[in-house]
């Protein structure tokens, strides 16, 4: 399903820069780069549209007990202590660290819930055909997905779990096997809509900006 029917994308090729304009694209079919052939663009047959729901769904139902349970269980001398996706910004606050508390909180915690929003905000607007909300949404989700970082947190978990191994007694709890669905769930979804990948221009975005030392070639 294309994101406006009938109009052609200015599409940037994310490896090249060549700027040029793709049109609606068949089912499984693909665009490529005039210039270097890397893949700018993929057509769907609504498909996409229909995992992509699946997906964001899935993350939203995971989201709350995922944050909620424990990803990270130690025990020492006997003291066992349960830590949450959320223990870390809290404990950097308690610590007169805000600085590094709000950042921490915002990329683990925020920008996940509000990409998860505007991935079914993107759904949505697909599935109705509101064409002009669907640039805007896609350049939303992108940003979004660039700086949450559950993935990197999630990485994160398993490295903690090993070094607190070697000193003492520590294990991923219940929370964590939450949490890795809902980061593949994600991931899911942005593949999907085809939002894994980098796209600077879009349908009904006008022209993409000029880069420096690189002119946009002309027909």
């Known amino acids: 399903m294309s994101d406006q029917p009938g109009a ?22 693909h665009a490529q780069c005039a210039r270097c052939g890397a893949v700018i663009a993929h057509g769907d047959d609504g498909a996409g549209n229909q995992r992509a ?14 944050y909620a349970y424990p990803i990270l269980e130690v025990t020492t001398l006997g003291d066992t202590r349960a830590y949450t996706v959320v223990s870390g910004a809290r404990a950097l606050w308690q610590s007169a660290m805000w600085p590094l508390a709000v950042p921490v909180a915002l990329a683990s915690v925020v920008l996940p819930f509000c990409l998860i929003l505007a991935l079914l905000a993107l759904v949505l607007a697909r599935a109705v055909g509101k064409p002009g909300a669907i640039p805007w ?3 939303t ?10 993935d990197v947190y999630l990485l994160a978990i398993f490295v903690t779990v090993v070094k607190l191994a070697q000193m003492t007694d520590a ?9 890795l669905g809902l980061v593949v769930a994600l991931a899911l979804a942005l593949r999907s809509l085809h939002l894994d990948r980098p796209q600077h221009g879009e349908a009904g975005a006008g022209p993409p900006a000029r880069r420096p030392g690189r002119p946009i070639p002309r027909a």
């Open 8 to 29: 052609a994308r200015l599409l940037d090729c994310p490896t090249c820069g060549l700027v040029q304009a793709v049109g609606v694209l068949p089912a499984r079919a």
């Open 53 to 66: 729901l699946c997906f964001a769904l899935t993350a939203l139902l995971l989201f709350p007990p995922a």
């Open 137 to 139: 949404l896609r350049r």
């Open 141 to 150: 989700c992108a940003f979004l997905a660039t700086w949450s970082i559950v």
């Open 171 to 179: 294990a991923p709890a219940g929370g964590a096997l939450l949490f």
